[in-house]
């Protein structure tokens, strides 16, 4: 992955950015997980 420049200038996402978009990916996981379990769970009693 590249940082864009111009002249010269690198950007770099803010620190928010990358913490956002950590959590995000995290608590999508975390819904994941609960929700296979509960799938199963379901699929189990009938």
Known sequence: MQ???IDGVY???EPFTI?????A???GVL???ESSKK?????AKV
């Open 19 to 23: 913490l956002g978009t950590g959590t």
């Open 3 to 5: 940082n864009a420049t």
């Open 31 to 33: 819904f994941k997980k």
């Open 11 to 13: 950007f770099v996402p």
């Open 39 to 43: 799938r199963k769970k379901e699929k």
């Open 25 to 27: 990916l995290g608590f």
